[in-house]
């Protein structure tokens, strides 16, 4: 029984010490209005920031918002084209590796 106390009590001070952060950035296709979907929690609300996301996702992807690493090709072509979204960086190369 001791045993069994000592597991649950271990088990509830590592959920107690657990830490979530997520953010998601979205867009419009369309319209190029932007979004930012993002929580973080430590403990308990660990868990919960990540279902705050997922329903932040839902509420904007009804409207036709896209996560901006999900952008089909042409959309993506077509918001850079327009200036609504910045081109991707390149990363810096890096001389002597």
């Not at 959920?15 to 930012?36: D, F």
């Not at 929690?41 to 992807?61: F, P, S, W």
Request: net charge neutral; hydrophobic share 40%.
């Amino acid at each position: 029984m001791a045993a069994l106390s000592r597991c649950i009590f271990l088990v509830c001070l590592l959920g107690l010490t657990s830490c979530a952060a997520r953010s998601v950035r979205l867009i419009h296709p369309e319209s190029g209005a932007t979004a930012t979907c993002g929580a973080a929690g430590v403990g308990i609300m660990a868990a919960a920031a990540e279902g705050i996301v997922e329903e932040c996702l839902r509420n904007y992807g009804g409207q036709g918002y896209v996560p901006v690493e999900k952008l089909a090709p042409e959309q993506r072509a077509d918001l850079e084209r327009r200036g609504l979204l910045p081109k991707p960086e390149e990363p810096p190369i890096r001389a002597g590796y």
